[in-house]
Nanobody, 124 residues
Framework: QVQLVESGGGLVQAGGSLRLSCATS????????MGWFRQAPGKEREFVAA????????FYADSVKGRFTISWDSPKNTVYLQMNSLTPEDTAVYYC?????????????????WGQGTQVTVSS
């Protein structure tokens, strides 16, 4: 059974930082890439960042470039999202997801397995 478990969300003031973690497990795990997405109330789920399993390439949404950093700790089977300079516009539920090896890193249909999400709230 494939499992993705996010943690690290919470309430932070604008300008602050949070680090999200996504612990991964399961026998049939994709080894292509892992991604982070977010969904704000009333909005569609959107791409935030992705990292290839090898860790040699990363991808970011324009809205988070220079502020967020995705990384992959292979021995721990954990992917992280370091979020700095947070703004109220970053408020959302954040999900990690496993890329299925096909399609764009930026698209939700390219990811087969999803975590339950962790809430990030940024106050002004």
């Amino acid at each position: 059974q494939v499992q993705l478990v996010e943690s690290g969300g919470g309430l932070v003031q604008a300008g602050g930082s949070l680090r999200l973690s996504c612990a991964t497990s399961g026998r049939t795990f994709s080894r292509y890439a892992m991604g982070w997405f977010r969904q704000a109330p009333g909005k569609e789920r959107e791409f935030v960042a992705a990292v290839r399993w090898s860790g040699d390439r990363t991808f970011y949404a324009d809205s988070v470039k220079g502020r967020f950093t995705i990384s992959w700790d292979s021995p721990k089977n954990t992917v992280y999202l370091q979020m700095n300079s947070l703004t109220p516009e970053d408020t959302a539920v954040y999900y990690c997801a496993d890329h299925n090896g096909y399609g764009s890193y930026y698209s939700t249909p390219s990811y087969d397995y999803w975590g339950q999400g962790t809430q990030v709230t940024v106050s002004s």
